[in-house]
T-cell receptor
């Protein structure tokens, strides 16, 4: 089955700098890759997603890139702000609608 | 408002006492699933349901049961809870046409 590895587990950046979180997946048949943001005590919320027929997608300060050959995808956050502090999860859609999640990255934005 | 609703939000129980966590969605989604979240392990799928009366095991099903008698409801049942089931649980409902999953508020379960 699908396996997703996420790095780093913790990331601390200065406000205004960029943050990058990377994920690798194992199943070459996976075709959907969402990213979720989870604030403290809250539910995971979808922030951006990408499908296998696209290499990059942007939404304001966040972007996701996908390299199908290498089986990895990354989340890029530019001009980071304090409200970006949260735990971020990547996921890959394996069989049917099943999402397999990475282990999570705790992002801290330092003022 | 489109939403996934779980109850209760917090639950402390004793080993062996049966409990049910309810999950309901109002988006008419076919696919629903349960996850548990543990530090350093991300979200792991417990059970899923493709539609009414169709359920199957996820990656960590031991000690759990589910049922899907109606499209909107997908309860999680712990027949005999044990301390290793202490965790944060999320129900999710998925829009099949674009695979987007929506999560409930979460249930923090403590088994003593």
């Amino acid at each position: 089955g699908e396996n997703v590895e996420q790095h780093p587990s913790t990331l601390s950046v200065q406000e205004g700098d960029s943050a990058v979180i990377k994920c690798t997946y194992s199943d070459s048949a996976s075709n959907y890759f969402p990213w979720y943001k989870q604030e403290l005590g809250k539910r995971p919320q979808l922030i951006i997603d990408i499908r296998s027929n696209v290499g990059e997608k942007k939404d304001q300060r966040i972007a996701v890139t996908l390299n199908k050959t290498a089986k990895h995808f990354s989340l890029h956050i530019t001009e980071t702000q304090p409200e970006d502090s949260a735990v971020y999860f990547c996921a890959a859609k394996g069989g049917a609608q099943k999402l397999v999640f990475g282990q999570g990255t705790r992002l801290t934005i330092n003022p | 408002e489109a939403q996934v609703t779980q109850n209760p939000r917090y639950l402390i129980t004793v080993t062996g006492k049966k409990l049910t966590v309810t999950c309901s969605q109002n988006m008419n989604h076919e696919y629903m699933s349960w996850y548990r979240q543990d530090p350093g392990l991300g979200l792991r799928q417990i059970y899923y349901s493709m539609n009414v009366e169709v359920t199957d095991k996820g990656d960590v099903p031991e000690g759990y049961k589910v049922s899907r008698k109606e499209k909107r409801n997908f309860p999680l049942i712990l027949e005999s809870p044990s301390p290793n089931q202490t965790s944060l649980y999320f129900c999710a409902s998925t829009r099949v046409r674009d695979s987007q999953a929506f999560f409930g508020q979460g249930t923090r379960l403590t088994v003593v």
